[in-house]
């Protein structure tokens, strides 16, 4: 028998490629979503990309008996990866408490139930916020935690915090933390990708969205940081390479090859790249010319990270493979497939 995966935010960006890297592996997939920012039509795209339904359950991570009701109703699940978050970083700073709620108690009632159902680990979406402005570059997972800039941040940060605190305490679970770096682009098909909710605030949608003529110019935002050409500095990830990075995690904690039962893992290229140096890779990709202007600083916004990948590479057999111009080919024809659908 497939081993039983339970994938939280199943239908959201990342979650979807993971599925279907995950089916692709061989392993059967159940999906929990509560939809708030993503559709139920993205579970027939995943069927179409990888030619298996998986199951999916419409579902609020915060609804405890309705997670209970989920491991029940599909016995065996062996582990689990927990996408399901709020993510809006601006938007966190509004609502801290909307976030801390949903970011904080979905992960506690997950990690309450693991061990009622015998579930052996979880992977969980970190991320490089936790790093702030590194000391040194490439950052490794031994650099030092630094305060959040967000609440955002913040749960990324409490969260890594519950999950070694709840292994300390004895439960039988393992754990894998992935803090990914800048995830972009979309599935070669087009039929999986990113769709933000209203006005992008991430780069690479803004981009496509500009190229298409949604957005009338792109705003980068300061040309007077330390850096070679003012432009900030990003390691970006493409979204397939960065799925299948959770497929070997969950290998490695079926397989009980951790070395640790918390282990941390850094999800990136190992190369930086600038605002300037990804609007003219795209250009160069897609062969569009991108409207774009000089803006101030956005507030919050880290000057340069990148990553040290080796720990992945090294433990995980995991590389980024995925040139930066395919990987922004692939996000352009994700947007020219919704304007062709006419979603956007
Ligand atoms: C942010 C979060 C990160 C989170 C990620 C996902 C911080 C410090 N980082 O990453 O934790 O996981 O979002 O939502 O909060 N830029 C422009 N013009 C734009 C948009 C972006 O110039 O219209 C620049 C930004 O200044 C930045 C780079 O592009 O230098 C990447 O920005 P973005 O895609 O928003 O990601 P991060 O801020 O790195």
Redesign the pocket.
């Known amino acids: 028998m497939k081993d039983r995966i339970l994938v939280t935010g199943g239908t959201g960006y990342i979650g979807s490629h993971t599925v279907v890297e995950l089916q692709n592996a061989g392993y059967e997939v159940v999906i929990v979503d509560n939809l708030s920012n993503s559709s139920a039509d993205v579970v027939d795209n995943i069927e179409a990309v990888s030619g298996i339904r998986p199951a999916f359950e419409k579902l609020d991570c915060l609804d405890f008996a309705g997670l209970d009701g989920v491991f029940a109703k599909y016995p065996g699940i062996k582990a689990i990866i927990h996408f399901a978050a709020s993510?809006?970083?601006g938007e966190s700073v509004q609502k801290p408490l909307l976030y801390y709620r949903n970011n904080l108690v979905s992960l506690i009632n997950l990690l309450e139930l693991m061990p009622k159902y015998n579930v052996q680990g979880i992977v969980f979406s970190s991320?490089?916020?936790v790093y702030g402005q590194p000391d040194k570059l490439p950052v490794t997972e031994e650099a030092p935690i630094k305060k959040a800039?967000?609440p955002?941040?913040n749960t990324k940060q409490i969260n890594e915090e519950i999950i070694r605190d709840t292994v300390a305490s004895g439960a039988p679970v393992s754990a894998i933390l992935l803090r990914?770096f800048?995830p972009i682009g979309a599935h070669p098909s087009a039929l999986l990708g990113e769709l933000p909710n209203g006005v992008p605030?991430?780069?690479?949608p803004?981009i496509v969205q500009t190229a298409i003529g949604i957005r009338e110019k792109?705003?980068?935002?300061?040309d007077d940081y330390n850096t070679p050409d003012g432009?900030?500095i990003?390691d970006y990830i493409n979204v397939v390479d960065l799925a299948k990075a959770h497929v070997v995690a969950i290998a490695r904690i079926l397989e009980k090859k951790q070395k640790e039962k918390v282990e941390v893992f850094n999800i990136g290229t190992g190369h930086g790249l600038s605002?300037l140096q990804l609007v003219h890779a795209f250009e160069k990709a897609t062969g569009v010319k991108l409207n774009y202007q000089i803006a101030p600083r956005?507030a919050?916004?880290?000057e340069q990270v990148w990553a040290d990948p080796a720990l992945a590479n090294k433990e995980l057999g995991w590389k980024a493979e995925t040139n930066i111009e395919d990987t922004l080919r692939s996000a352009w024809n994700w947007q020219l497939k919704l304007r062709e659908r006419g979603i956007q």
């Open positions: 993510k809006a970083v991320s490089c916020t800039e967000s955002y941040g990914y800048n605030q991430n780069l690479v803004y792109l705003s980068i935002f300061g432009t900030c990003r605002v956005r919050g916004d880290i």
